[in-house]
Structure formats: C-alpha cells, structure tokens
C-alpha cells in the first residue's frame, strides 16, 4: 500500500523526527533502513534521514502497512539529574542570553542520550527548560565548546547558519606522529554508519610538535561523525587518546586529546567569538610532554 502526505506546514525538522512523529512506534534503524531502500521518499525522489521538510513536500512510504507504521503510546524514561551533574553544568556555562547558552562540555558526558546513556547534556538541558535545544554535536570524548539555543527560534536560526557554513569551528587535537605538510587543507570521502560516501572539507595547521607529538589546529568546514579522527587517521597521526581510530598507540591510558576551543559567527551583524579553556589533563599531558600553547593562538585562528 502507498501512503501520501502532503507537508502543509513549515516544521523544519528532520524527515526522521518528523515521521517519529507520526508514528510513534518507528525506530531510527526502521526509519534509515528504509529511507535507504527507497521505501520512504520526498517528491517522488530519494532522500536521507536529516533531510529537513518543507512546506508542500510530498512525503511518499511505497510500503505503508497499519502494523508497520502505527502510533503507540510511548512512555518517556523520567531522568533524574543529580545535582552533582547540575552544578557541573552550570559551572560549565561561558555564557548565556536570552536566546542561547554556550557551555565548555566536560569529556565523559554524552551530548544526547541514547540505550546506553544515562545522563546526557541533551536529559540536563531539558530538565532545566523544555524549550532549550541542541543545536550540534560533540562525540561523548570530546570536550570544548557546544552551543544550545534556548527557544524554537534560535535553534532554526542556528541550523540555518550552520548549513551556510557561517559558524565557525576551531578544534586543538594532540596527535601522534605528525602530518606530512604544516598546513593543508584536507578533502576525504569518508562512510557515515549507513555506509554512505559522504564528502567532508578540513583545515589544519600545526602549533607545535615534540616527542613525536603533533598540537594541530582543525578548522572543519563540514561536521560529520568522528570527521576530524578520521582525517587525523587519514594524515597519518591519529588523536592520542583515540579507542577507535588510534588502537595500537603508545598512550594506553589516555582520554582522547580532542577539544573544541573556538566558535565565531555574527548575529544580527553583532559578531561573537568564544573560546574554552583546555580541561586539567589536557593541559598536563601538554606540560609532561612540553608542548606550548601558544600566546598568539587567536593569530592562528585567522590564518585559515
């Protein structure tokens, strides 16, 4: 059976969120499987799961049956967030309006919460206020900067401009070996978890190398899943710290060496930049290894 639906409203939400929304019994892996084998189409055409729907699209399920897409009453996991984590967010705050937060994420704690997650930044957000959203992501290792709108407004306007690629990211990565130029820029076709070719664009520039240890400066023009541990992989000096794409490094016992330390964009012509200080182990792993952090950091931040 087909099914057709017609978008008469201008949600702007992913198409996976949006059928969730329809039918409250789908799963994320139901939803991608068959976006992918073109049971679930936009326009007559093929698409993907983050596609954002608009206003008349034409949402076509080619395999619509009632037992497959059904609505069910779906009990939300009632996450208590222990002041502990609270008091830790909100010592993690930089910044904050009424329209948005910046936090310096901790390693260790997932952004959104999932089967094994028990407490995320996403679970902290929406027990202090309903209303504040995600706008990106940080790899549960990863620490440094993550924005977080605090109503509708503000989180679509975040996304619009991250799809025009007009906020900027800065990382600091501790890598072992070094990259054979001092600065390039990095073009890779990587697989994404449905095995998808999808193209991703990275900057980099190297601060500092001692010990066989490499400080590099990422600027990634795309954001995709583990791209910068991929291209590091890709260079030839994966992130120390790095359980999934450095598995035969000399560093054990390291928390992965990925932060994100600086965010610039422009809002109604009024620019901001933030940056977040390096977390405790980092900044000894760099002392042990006696590796600067440069003063002229933020010069570097405008070479790219």
């Known amino acids: 059976m087909i099914k ?105 704690i997932a952004t959104q919460g999932g089967s094994k997650v028990n407490v995320s930044i996403d679970h902290i957000i929406k027990n202090i206020n309903s209303d504040y959203r995600l706008v990106h992501r940080l790899d549960k290792e990863t620490s440094g900067l993550l924005l977080i709108s605090k109503n509708l407004k503000y989180a679509r306007y975040f996304s619009s401009l991250f799809k025009q690629k007009l906020i900027i990211k800065y990382y600091i990565a501790l890598c072992e070996g070094s990259p054979k130029n001092k600065n390039s820029k990095v073009i890779l076709n990587i697989k994404n978890k449905n095995q998808d070719i999808e193209k991703t ?73 933030f940056t977040a200080e390096l977390p405790n182990y980092f900044q000894t792993f760099m002392q042990k290894n006696k590796l600067k952090f440069k003063n002229n950091i933020e010069k570097e931040l405008n070479t790219f």
Request: net charge positive; hydrophobic share 35%.
């Open 4 to 108: 057709k639906i017609n978008i008469n409203k201008n949600y702007e939400v992913r198409l996976d969120k949006y059928l969730k929304t329809l039918f409250t019994s789908l799963t994320q892996s139901f939803i991608e499987k068959n976006i992918r084998k073109k049971n679930i189409l936009i326009n007559n055409s093929r698409t993907k799961a983050n596609y954002v729907v608009k206003l008349n699209d034409n949402l076509i399920i080619l395999n619509f049956h009632e037992q497959l897409y059904k609505n069910k009453i779906v009990y939300k996991k009632n996450i208590k967030i222990s002041d502990y984590d609270l008091k830790k967010f909100n010592k993690s705050i930089i910044f904050q309006n009424n329209d948005f937060l910046v936090i310096n994420k901790w390693a260790e």
């Open 201 to 273: 664009i990275t900057n980099y520039r190297v601060i500092d190398y001692k010990n066989n240890i490499t400080q590099i400066l990422y600027n990634p023009e795309t954001g995709k899943t583990h791209q910068l541990r991929k291209v590091s992989k890709n260079l030839g000096c994966s992130i120390i710290g790095d359980q999934k794409y450095n598995i035969n490094s000399r560093y054990t016992r390291a928390k992965l060496m990925l932060h994100s330390y600086a965010l610039n964009f422009t809002i109604n012509n009024k620019k901001f930049r």
